[in-house]
Nanobody, 117 residues
Framework: QVHLVESGGGLVQAGESLTLSCVAS????????IGWHRQPPGKQRELVAQ???????NYDDSVAGRFSISRDNAKNTVYLRMSSLKPEDTAVYYC???????????WGQGTQVTVSS
């Protein structure tokens, strides 16, 4: 079983930066593709960035150029560096691990990010 724990959320002003962390535990944690998702108030959850065990990554257009995902496999940790934050980035951010069938099946509890204008 894989267990994921996010941290690093908070309240920031527009234009500022924030880095989220996702620590994975479990004997397959080092082999998972990890994705950062977010759910804005009143909206559906969306994938914003993901990274493979080999550190290939991709981003949603809404965050490309502003967010950067990285991983430290030795620490079983994935980071999401968020820069030039906008009020529309306000959401609960979740990290999730992909199972062998390509579905995000392991989820953390989420961390709140609030960007004030």
């Amino acid at each position: 079983q894989v267990h994921l724990v996010e941290s690093g959320g908070g309240l920031v002003q527009a234009g500022e930066s924030l880095t989220l962390s996702c620590v994975a535990s479990g004997n397959i944690a080092g082999f998972l593709t990890i994705g950062w998702h977010r759910q804005p108030p009143g909206k559906q959850r969306e994938l914003v960035a993901q990274i493979t065990p080999g550190s290939s990554s991709n981003y949603d257009d809404s965050v490309a150029g502003r967010f950067s995902i990285s991983r430290d496999n030795a620490k079983n940790t994935v980071y999401l560096r968020m820069s030039s934050l906008k009020p529309e980035d306000t959401a609960v951010y979740y990290c999730a691990g992909m199972d062998r069938w390509g579905s995000y099946d392991y989820w953390g509890q989420g961390t709140q990010v609030t960007v004030s204008s």
